[in-house]
């Protein structure tokens, strides 16, 4: 098929919708296998089961999630009217219409295009509470067990074209015990629904795609180093070019760097490339004040190598051939030499090697090498698009296998060993689904056009925050935080919203009231979350769901140690995210395990600052203090503290709590009261 005979193939189909349901209290749906009969009610997705309608009503033994301070209240005859046989009113949060908790499973056929043959298929459930397992047809696909990003399953070896029934069974139990008043899972704010309440879709990819890209913004240089994994499917080497174009789009000045390209050999199933992309000295920083970004579109085009050096046997002439020679012939040119002093490549590996000769700075690019297990791996996609011209190259070393590409801000710095994270693993979901990824599936005959290509685009902010002394800083610049608590606590859906513009009112909000932090209570919003702060102004401390008890050997380590590196594999892009904490007030045998957690992503990613914990341990290690101290209303003052028991006043002078410590402190927490709305607002 020539290039303008190309069909528009579909790449997305939404699966949000009507589905199949049945809840599962007595848990008996694996054993009876539920998956190999239609399900008998329906329900919306996206989506929550309490929300509408099914569950069982609040009783006086309802199983809440989350510590009951008084659990004998019933008896106070005080709350005796509000206490009937029906229309029981709880008094200590808001009350769900239904409460339920266990299993409960969701299905829908679906359709997959002729088109698809051939091709990766992901399945993307957003924000599922909790853990998830799928089913395709009669085959159990795996599980999922992140609270804060997307589930995402490789059904390629499951879906042909025709028709398929996917099976979802949902469970929202303590999955792992991250502790019953975590605002991730209790019913103290958010609630413990049951549901998938983000984008539900399947995503066509060829078997070329990005799996990843992570950016590292560089202030002082004016460059950002981007860190590029490719997959490979095909079962044979690959060559082509990956093209980075960047734009702002949000400044009153727009600001568009030079695009860049880079030729690569891709020999076993997956590799990583760094770009050090410049930006140029009117670059344009992010910060509270100006939140400027920049959207990278990064394109790989590529072919089988095979079909490549027969285009050129023929004499067929490679587009990103004749690129990549203009690129080294420019660079030549800059170094005093002529066009015909220029050594004439053969094929895209030769003219980035004789490139690379001429210029000591661009390195090559090292190809993971095979490894017989992966044919037992899930690979994980992603998303992208656009083309841009190439520009003169500047590629980094490539990650060897086993190394982080995150170990270092520095462009060529040294790179630190770790054990590979494997996010194809069942409990190992692939990064969220992003709106952005796009694939554009080429199918070329007797020509060295491309096969494969996939496109990503990425939004970052050029910013570095970071800490002087005692205090933040930002972009060289010191800052103070002047923020607030989030919790979790949408009362109107008992769950969080996903969607963009939400979120937006909310960071107005905090704006227009003169703040610019959060600090979100063990739990980690969603992607659209990041996504408005980033566009407003506004500086994130996540935390990652648990307010837990450490050394029970209940799991609960392991699973921080993969929804860390799901949350930053995720949202690390987003420039607001600029600290990062495991959760809240930590219990147990918690002090050593967290100066690890802290020291290990110290060394593997420093786009933003990290501590221990919310409130403690304090320790040496971490970046910042979150602190429970200094407070205005401590536990247990009542009338007698600061802010009762004296006038409202500037003049309070918390110097002495600051000059214990080397580090700058956060105080969350800093006093707690009932407010009674004036629901007319």
């Keep these: 098929m020539q290039r303008s005979e190309q069909v528009d193939v ?19 749906g694996v054993k009876e296998g539920w998956w190999r009969r239609a399900l008998p009610g329906t329900i919306s997705l996206p989506g929550s089961l309490q929300a509408q309608g099914y569950g069982n009503d609040v009783t006086l033994d309802t199983p809440w999630v989350g510590l009951v301070r008084e659990p004998e209240w019933y008896k106070d005859p005080r709350y005796a009217p509000y206490q009937p046989e ?78 398929h029934t996917i099976t979802i069974r949902v469970d929202n139990r303590m999955v792992v015990d991250v502790g019953e008043n975590a605002h991730s899972v209790s019913d103290h704010t958010q609630t413990n629904w049951n549901g998938i309440i983000g984008t539900l879709a399947l995503q066509a990819f060829d078997p070329v795609w990005i799996a990843d890209v992570q950016i590292f913004p560089n202030v002082a240089e004016r460059s950002a180093r981007v860190v590029i994994q490719l997959a490979n499917e095909t079962g044979e080497a690959v060559e082509g070019e990956l093209n980075l174009a960047a734009r702002s789009y949000n400044a009153p000045s727009s600001h568009t760097p030079a695009p860049k390209s880079v030729p690569f050999t891709l020999e ?27 959207r990278l579109t990064v394109t790989v085009a590529a072919q089988a190598r095979a079909v490549a050096s027969q285009g050129k046997a023929h004499g067929l002439r490679d587009p990103h051939h004749a690129q990549v020679l203009q690129a080294s012939q420019a660079l030549h ?24 000769r001429q210029d000591p700075q661009a390195s090559r690019a090292l190809q993971e090498p095979q490894d017989p297990q992966d044919s037992q791996e899930r690979q994980d996609p992603q998303e992208t698009s656009g ?55 080429r199918h070329p005959q007797g020509s060295a056009s491309p096969q494969f290509t996939d496109t990503r685009e990425v939004t970052f902010g050029l910013r570095e925050f970071t800490t002087q ?53 063990s739990w980690c919003p969603p992607e659209a979350a990041f996504v408005a702060a980033d566009e407003e102004g506004v500086y994130f401390q996540v935390e990652c769901g648990l307010w837990a008890t450490f ?7 392991e699973w921080l140690e993969r929804e860390t590196e799901r949350i930053v594999r995720a949202f690390g892009n987003h420039p607001s995210l600029v600290m990062l904490a495991h959760g809240n007030e930590p219990h147990g045998d918690h002090v050593g395990f967290l100066k690890n957690w802290v020291k290990k992503w110290q060394a593997k990613d420093r786009r933003r600052l990290y501590t221990s914990g919310a409130g403690w341990p304090v320790i040496p290690e971490s970046d910042y203090h979150s602190m429970y101290e200094p407070r205005i209303q401590r536990w247990g003052e009542e009338l007698k503290s600061r802010i009762n028991a004296q006038p409202p006043a500037t003049t309070a002078d918390y110097s002495a709590w600051v000059e214990k410590y080397d580090a700058p402190i956060v105080s969350h927490e800093i006093g707690q009261w009932c407010a009674y709305p004036n629901f007319a607002e």
């Design 469 to 521: 002394g005692t205090q933040f800083v930002i972009n060289g610049r010191k800052t103070f935080l002047r923020g607030t608590l989030e919790c979790a606590i949408f009362p109107l859906t008992g769950y969080p919203a996903t969607d963009v513009a939400s979120w937006r009112r909310i960071m107005k909000v905090i704006k227009a009231h003169g703040l610019n932090h959060i600090r979100f209570h």
């Design 551 to 557: 050394g029970k050997e209940n799991g609960v380590e």
């Design 268 to 294: 076993g199933k997956r590799a990583e490339y760094e770009v050090v992309y410049e930006l140029g000295s009117d670059a344009q920083l992010w910060d509270e004040f100006h939140p400027a970004l920049y």
């Design 86 to 163: 029906e229309g029981l009113r709880f008094p200590f949060w808001l009350q769900p219409e239904k409460h339920y908790v266990g299993p409960a499973w969701y299905q829908r056929q679906v359709t997959v295009p002729e088109e698809w043959a051939g091709r990766r298929i992901t399945l993307i459930l957003e924000r599922v509470h909790w853990e998830s397992r799928v089913w395709v047809d009669d085959v159990e696909v795996g599980s999922d067990d992140s609270l804060a990003t997307a589930h995402e399953y490789d059904l390629t070896p499951y879906l042909s074209p025709g028709e």
């Design 333 to 356: 040119a800059s170094q005093g030499l002529h066009a015909s002093q220029t050594p004439q490549p053969r094929g895209l590996r030769a003219s980035h090697d004789a490139l690379a």
């Design 10 to 28: 579909v790449k997305r189909l939404d699966l949000s919708g009507t589905w199949r349901f049945q809840i599962d209290p007595d848990d008996v």
């Design 387 to 441: 083309r841009q011209a190439p520009h003169a190259l500047h590629v980094s070393h490539a990650l060897q296998a086993g190394q982080d590409p995150r170990a270092s801000q520095a462009p060529h710095g040294p790179r630190r060993q770790h054990a590979p994270h494997d996010p194809h693993a069942p409990h190992h979901p692939h990064a969220p689904y992003d709106p952005c990824h796009q694939h554009d599936p």
